[in-house]
């Protein structure tokens, strides 16, 4: 089995990517998906984040806007967030693999791969890329983006050039998807009929 990371910063079209490597049959954990449901309504997450930071939960679960202004630009909290959330995402993670054990290749969704040290978790890397134009206007479409709002949260990620530099493989998303889509196969195609060096 390998176990593919799949990463990029905001706006670079990760999800998209990530729909392909469904629909082509390869198993993919999605990890703010994961979150999501830990932080959603009855989610075992729920109570300890009420509890670190009150008032940004109610009966949906974690308020999600109200939880971003709470940690947004304050480190420290941030930190305490990520203590709650990061243990909770490593046992879903876990679950996925023992669920899929028979895969050959396995897609691990993670937005912040590199800043939270998961590329220790897979075995290669794969990096979304559009130019930052693209990727500004698509952020910048997004309901209740700013750039000042998205300036803060580029902050916290690694450059996009760093990502691409590090990863084995780099998917451009800039570019027609059918294009990304043989990008997303060739990745697939190495993987899985023996060029694994």
């Known amino acids: 089995m390998i176990r593919l990371g799949l990463t990029g910063s905001i706006g670079m079209g990760k999800s998209t990517v990530a729909t ?37 939960t109610g009966v949906a679960g974690v308020d ?18 990520e203590a709650i959330v990061h243990p909770a995402v490593a ?40 130019e930052a134009e693209v990727q500004r206007q698509r952020v910048l479409a997004r309901p209740g983006m700013t750039q000042a709002r998205l300036d803060v949260i580029l902050a916290r990620q690694l450059p996009d050039a760093e990502k691409r530099a590090r990863a084995d493989f780099v998917i451009p998303t800039d570019v027609p998807l059918a294009e990304t889509r043989a990008a997303v196969q060739r990745v697939i195609a190495c993987l899985t009929v023996g060029e694994r060096g």
């Open 20 to 56: 392909m490597f469904a629909d082509a049959g390869v198993p993919v954990f999605d990890a703010d998906a994961a979150v999501h449901r830990l932080q959603g309504p009855a989610g075992r997450l729920v109570g300890a984040i009420e509890a670190a930071f009150p008032d940004t």
């Open 64 to 81: 999600r806007t109200a939880l971003g202004e709470a940690v947004l630009g304050d480190p420290a909290a941030l930190a305490r967030l």
């Open 91 to 130: 046992e879903e993670r876990a679950a996925f693999v023992r669920d899929h054990g028979s895969a050959s290749l396995l897609l691990f969704d993670v937005p912040l791969l590199y800043e939270t040290g998961g590329e220790r978790y897979v075995d290669k890397v794969a990096v979304v890329s559009a």
